[in-house]
């Protein structure tokens, strides 16, 4: 990997909502964005218009019905973001004790660390060291994303030994982005933000007052060891301190003494139901890595795990993580899942992605587009929901007869946001009236994502069409008159 632009496109798909205005601009104007950034950071009197803009808030769902509260990045932001780290990828650094790690984001072999491999390391780190110590403390910090507080990352960054020109520039975007507030201001789901995250708490475990045999980490995810439960208890005090340092807590309701809740193995569940998890592990594995063919060959299962998810599906009362465990493992027999793939889409949000992937696997489009048609005239959807189901609008179902059905749906369901909104607008297609909603916003003098997505979506149009449409909306702000500049060279 050689290019910010190549740590942008890795990541892409891996994030809550991807926006295909950025990869469309990063991608066609790297340099142009390059300058504009140049100019935000400037303290020259021509270049005071520029600046980083106020992010938008967006609500990725979590499991059993709990949101994640975030902010999707404009392209401007999101290129200096993954930029900034990658040109520092370097300062972050393996663990300097074997007993006292975190597993997590960082680079390595020039290459970005899988998520899955780390965790799986992870697992491994704690399974190894409860066998060897009798007594164990795990709890993670409440809400950590957003209770950083942006002067403690601009600091931890200076010490980093970082040049000071970046850690000025993340000072200034940190500040502007998030309109002057210095709390819940870094965002999540992004693989630089999570490298900052995991390596911004590594003075807990490398702290000289750390008494446990063992401290493993992932992320906010701690699990402390050792022959004494007194020292643990001290080490839970100390770090309860520092953490309170920096305006960070630990969340009650996830501290286990004695175990590991999300480690142990499932000792609960049938022995079937277990090789099928691991299945499930190693595949994303694989698929992480981009050895498809070793994904596929780990997910064939046998006539008795197949039979089990069949009894999943028959189980009138679905959880979600079997839910989850179907769209996962049964890809290779999408027609039996596709009677249910309705009551998935608007039972569980968390899911959402999972579905759009599922799609992939499935050859009839015309049940695409009536399952979300008709998943989307359900009034409860949210913000992700509607954010992924336009991605299975754009990739799976706007050659069908539902789609102008869709479209319809989503931009005006109670509950869509801008950001559902601009997935659509986004979409490079002239049909359905797309045009025309585009334009209202192009002639609208506004500047937001609104505004930002149909611009990119008219790349489709000839530009005798478009160019007119995209000189007025170019007057509106710098950010326009970038992406206006994209758009017409691309």
Aim: hydrophobic share 40%.
């Amino acid at each position: 990997m050689q290019t910010s632009r190549e740590f942008f496109d890795y990541d892409f798909t891996s994030t809550l909502f991807p926006m295909e205005t950025c990869r469309f601009l990063i991608g066609n104007g790297a340099v142009e964005i390059e300058a504009h950034i140049q100019r935000c950071l400037s303290k020259a009197d021509e270049d005071k218009a520029y600046q980083f803009l106020a992010q938008t808030r967006v609500y990725a769902s979590k499991p059993r019905n709990h949101l994640r509260r975030t902010v999707k990045l404009d392209p401007v932001s999101e290129f200096f973001l993954y930029d900034i780290v990658f040109r520092n990828r370097s300062k972050f650094r393996k663990p300097f004790h074997n007993d006292k790690k975190h597993f997590g984001y960082r680079f390595e072999d020039g290459k970005p660390i899988p998520a899955t491999a780390s965790y799986t390391g992870y697992k491994k780190a704690v399974v190894a060291y409860a066998a060897q110590f009798d007594h164990s403390l795990s709890f993670d910090v409440a809400s950590y994303f957003n209770g950083i507080y942006h002067h403690d990352i601009v600091a931890w960054f200076a010490n980093l030994g970082v040049d000071m020109d970046d850690v000025n520039a993340l000072g200034t975007y940190l500040r502007q982005s998030n309109s002057g507030r210095s709390i819940d201001c870094w965002p999540q789901g992004m693989y630089p933000a999570k490298m900052v995250g995991s390596d911004f708490l590594r003075f807990i475990e490398q702290h000289h007052g750390i008494k446990s045999s063992a401290v493993v980490r992932f992320m906010d995810d701690f699990v402390l060891y050792s022959a004494d439960q007194d020292k643990l208890t001290e080490d839970f005090y100390l770090i309860q301190k520092l953490l309170g340092q920096k305006g960070l807590t630990v969340n009650p309701g996830k501290t286990v003494a004695g175990g590991v809740v999300a480690a142990q193995v499932e000792d609960d569940i049938d022995e079937v139901k277990a090789n099928l998890l691991a299945k499930r592990r190693k595949a994303a594995l694989l698929a992480y890595l981009d050895d498809f063919e070793a994904a596929l060959e780990e997910i064939q299962m046998t006539e008795e795990e197949l039979a089990y998810l069949r009894d999943l599906l028959k189980s009138p009362h679905l959880e979600e993580e079997d839910a989850e465990l179907v769209l996962s493992l049964f890809r290779d027999h999408p027609e039996e899942v596709q009677p249910h793939l309705a009551h998935f889409a608007t039972s569980f949000p968390h899911l959402a992605k999972n579905i759009w992937s599922f799609c992939k696997h499935i050859e009839d489009k015309d049940f695409i587009g009536e399952m979300i048609a008709a998943a989307a005239s359900y009034g409860g959807l949210q913000e992700y929901q509607l954010f992924w189901f336009a991605w299975v609008l754009q990739d799976y179902a706007m050659g069908t007869e539902y789609a102008p059905e869709i479209i319809s749906k989503l931009y005006n369901h109670p509950n869509a946001s801008i950001i559902s909104k601009a997935k659509i607008l986004e979409i490079p297609d002239n049909r359905f009236g797309l045009v025309e909603m585009r334009d209202e916003h192009l002639v609208a003098g506004r500047s937001d994502w609104l505004a930002w997505a149909s611009a990119v979506g008219h790349r489709g149009l000839l530009p005798v069409s478009r160019n007119h449409k995209l000189e007025y909306f170019a007057n509106s702000s710098p950010m326009n008159h970038l992406i206006k500049t994209i758009v017409s060279g691309a």
